[in-house]
C-alpha cells in the first residue's frame, strides 16, 4: 500500500490542511517552503494518465482554493503548482497529487531551471505530437 493510502486510512500520522469524503491536502514532510502542501484524491490513483477527468477537475478546483489560502495564510508573494508523473519525472509516490510550493522571495531554497536543448527542429516535433 502507498504512503498516501496510509495516510488516508489513518495508519500514518499527517498534518490535514484540508479533507472531504474524496481528496486530502496535508503538509508536506519535507517542507521545500513554509506552506509546501500536498492535495491528492483518497481512492489510490497512479497518475495523470490514469485519474478520470471528472477527478481531475474536482482536483485541480480543490487545488487551486487551497494555493489561494496557502498564499494568503503564508503571506507568500507567489507560488509554484508541481505534478511529476512517472519516475524521470521525479514521481517517489504513485499516487496523483500537486505541490502547493509557496514562494516568498527569489532566495527560496526552489530551484526550478528550464534549460534549452542547443539543437531543435519545431516542425518536427509539432509532426511527432500531431501526426
Known sequence: MCIFCKIVNNELPSYKVYEDDEFLAILDIAQTTDGHTLVFPKKHIVDIFEIDDETLS????????????VVTKMNATGLNL??????????????????????????????????????????????KING
Open 58 to 69: 474536482k482536483l485541480i478546483t480543490l487545488t487551486k482554493k487551497l494555493s489561494d489560502k
Open 82 to 127: 508541481l505534478n511529476n508523473t512517472n519516475e524521470s519525472a521525479g514521481q517517489s509516490v504513485h499516487h496523483i497529487h500537486f505541490h502547493i510550493i509557496p514562494r516568498y522571495d527569489e532566495s527560496d531554497e526552489v530551484t526550478i531551471s528550464f534549460n534549452r536543448k542547443s539543437k531543435f527542429d519545431l516542425e518536427e516535433i509539432l509532426n
